[in-house]
């Protein structure tokens, strides 16, 4: 059973538009949520995180939204730019005394058209 | 940023045959991972260490085992490889509690069982 879900496998955008990722969890025990980017032959890197507590963080062109009660959050990038092109995962930290392996979702490929 | 090597980066290996890969990485951090990337499965947790000799298995565990002897080293060996386990393996460090610093991943091992 996936616990994080990523339904959009893929998503084109134009260059300086808006581009929105979204990204459900099922378990109400996680505390933590990340964003990872990741291009063809190179392992994820850290994009963007959020707590629990809070609904929104930016940083910079990158924010990410998330509403608890429908259990739901998204990536939105602004203005997107043909460089952001690559995969993006979701990930999930369970609230827990130490052992903080995270959870993943199955990515969405992110095109963006110049 | 914390160096963090795998190797090989690719292998080809027959059914049945032990394979192990390698995790090094050049800081002291306590916390290792490692998952391996389907399509359509995203990131999926195999096994993590919380430091030398203290392993836990994650979600995809069966046919893999894993040994931590030195901190600088989680080493993940497949003891009779079967096709399913071709993929692309990730090994992952976290700076411990920071929730906001996420992992930092290798550049991956391609592994293909023929």
């Known amino acids: 059973d996936q616990q994080v879900k990523q339904n959009s496998p893929s998503l084109s955008v134009q260059e300086g538009r808006i581009s929105i990722l979204n990204c459900d969890y099922t378990?109400?025990?996680?505390?933590?949520f990340l964003w990872y980017k990741k291009y063809p032959a190179e392992g994820p890197t850290f994009l963007i995180s959020i707590s629990s507590i809070k609904d929104k963080n930016e940083d910079g062109r990158f924010t990410v939204f998330l509403n608890k009660s429908a259990k739901h959050l998204s990536l939105h990038i602004v203005p997107s730019q043909p460089g952001d092109s690559a995969v993006y995962f979701c990930?999930?930290?369970?609230?827990?005394?130490?052992?903080?392996?995270?959870?993943f979702g199955s990515g969405t490929r992110l095109q963006v058209q110049p | 940023d914390a160096g963090i090597t795998q190797s090989p980066r690719h292998k080809v290996t027959e059914t049945g045959t032990p394979v192990t890969l390698r995790c090094h990485q050049t800081?002291?951090?306590?916390?290792m991972y490692w998952y391996r990337q389907d399509p359509g499965h995203g990131l999926r947790l195999i096994h993590y260490?919380?430091?030398?000799?203290?392993?836990d298995k994650g979600e995809v565990s069966d046919g893999y085992s894993v040994s931590r002897s030195k901190t600088e080293d989680f080493l993940l060996t497949l003891e009779s490889a079967t096709s399913s386990q071709t993929s692309v393996y990730f090994c992952?460090?976290?700076?411990?509690?920071?929730?906001?610093?996420?992992?930092?991943f290798g550049s991956g091992t391609r592994l293909t069982v023929v």
């Open positions: 260490s919380y430091g030398v000799k203290d392993t």
């Open positions: 992952a460090i976290s700076r411990g509690t920071q929730a906001n610093y996420g992992y930092t």
């Open positions: 378990n109400s025990m996680f505390d933590y």
């Open positions: 990930a999930a930290r369970p609230m827990d005394t130490g052992r903080r392996a995270l959870t």
């Open positions: 800081e002291n951090h306590r916390y």
